[in-house]
Each structure stands twice: as structure tokens, then as C-alpha cells.
């Protein structure tokens, strides 16, 4: 049966490739971060649903004192197309917090542009923003990247929590659908 249910599925990353990359992002981000305490943690801010899968890998590997929280998104619609409106529901005071925004796929940019102004209307002491995955070729809004984990094609792509009308996000690995 689980053949079946992803036969439509390209793999582009495998679970194994995934795990590498997302641990030395989280590294990366540790040795970055290394001046945060406690008493000022590093902030996750998670949008969701997409980067769940990736955020709880992500969280593990991160070494400096952390907290997360969640940001919904989403573009009105469905399919494979974006609708242009981006619908973002939070209940987050981050004024003064140390934020890295955490993002499942960057494909126009519009997401995550929208998000970033929300957050620094706040007041954030810094924001960072981290993507599992990259289409700079469907960019048409710009956004600043400090982490990436692969870049990807101009494509459809599901798995590891991402989804096409919520099927493909309970696939271990990353692929084109
Ligand atoms: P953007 O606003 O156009 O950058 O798109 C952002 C959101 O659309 C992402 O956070 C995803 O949730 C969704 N998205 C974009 N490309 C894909 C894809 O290839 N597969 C599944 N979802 C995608
Ligand atoms: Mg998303």
C-alpha cells in the first residue's frame, strides 16, 4: 500500500540526506547563535503546518537555550498554485526576542515576506530566517535567507511535512510530485 501511495512521488532527498543536512544546519545555527542564554533564548518561529517535520528535527540539533512557537500560514486555495493571498494567524509577542523564522519551501517569497513585516512591526531584538528548501526560480518577491537546506527545482514538491491538498506530508523523504 505505501508503495501504491507514493508511486506518484519523484525522490529528489532521501531520508538519510535529509537527516545529514538538517543537522548541520542546526550546528551552523548553534555556532551562530552561541551568544544567546537563557535568559534570552533563540526564538523558533515555526510556520505551520509545512515545517513541522523539519522544525522538530531542526530543534534537535540546535545546542544554544531555545524556545518555539508556531505561526499558521497559508495561501488561500488549493492545488498547486498559489492564490496570492496569504492568510497568517498568530498570538506571539516577540518584542526583544532573538527570532529565526522557520519555513518549510520559499517559492515566491510572498509568505514569508508578509510574516517577516508582521514580526518586525513587533520589534524584534533580530530576525533570521531558516527554509528546508529553496525555489529561487519561482522568486518574485525577494527574501533574505540566512539558512537553506537544498535548493530545488521549479516544481511541485511534497513530503517530510509538505503537502499537496494535505496528502505527501507523512513521507519520510522529499520529493516532486
Ligand atoms: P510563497 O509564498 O509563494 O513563497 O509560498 C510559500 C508557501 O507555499 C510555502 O510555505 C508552502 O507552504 C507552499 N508551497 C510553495 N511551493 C510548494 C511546493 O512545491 N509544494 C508544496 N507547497 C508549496
Ligand atoms: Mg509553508
Same mark, same amino acid.
Given at each position: ?10 525522490? $529528489?532527498?532521501?531520508? #538519510?540526506? *535529509? ?7 542546526? !550546528?551552523?545555527?548553534? =555556532?551562530?547563535? &552561541? ?63 532573538? $527570532?529565526?523564522?522557520? #519555513?518549510? *519551501? ?7 515576506? !508578509?510574516?517577516?513585516? =508582521?514580526?518586525? &512591526? ?56
Amino acid at each position: 500500500m505505501s508503495d501504491l501511495h507514493c508511486n506518484s512521488v519523484s525522490p $529528489l532527498f532521501s531520508e #538519510e540526506t *535529509i537527516k545529514q543536512r538538517v543537522r548541520e544546519i542546526g !550546528q551552523q545555527i548553534s =555556532e551562530d547563535y &552561541a551568544g544567546v542564554t537563557s535568559d534570552s533564548p533563540l526564538s523558533l518561529i515555526v510556520t505551520l503546518k509545512g515545517a513541522f517535520m523539519f522544525a522538530a528535527d531542526l530543534v534537535r540539533s540546535i545546542t544554544v537555550p531555545c524556545c518555539i512557537d508556531f505561526i499558521h500560514a497559508s495561501s488561500y486555495g488549493s492545488g498547486k498554485t498559489s492564490s496570492g493571498n496569504v492568510s497568517i494567524r498568530h498570538n506571539l509577542n516577540v518584542t526583544g526576542h532573538h $527570532l529565526l523564522l522557520v #519555513e518549510d *519551501i520559499v517559492d515566491t517569497g510572498l509568505t514569508l515576506q !508578509q510574516i517577516s513585516a =508582521e514580526l518586525m &512591526a513587533m520589534q524584534p531584538a533580530s530576525l533570521n530566517i531558516c527554509t528546508l528548501l529553496d525555489k529561487p526560480e519561482a522568486r518574485k518577491y525577494p527574501v533574505n535567507v540566512a539558512y537553506s537546506g537544498f535548493t530545488v527545482p521549479n516544481a511541485f514538491i511534497v513530503g517530510y511535512g509538505i503537502d499537496f491538498n494535505e496528502r505527501y506530508r507523512e513521507l519520510p523523504f522529499i520529493g516532486v510530485l
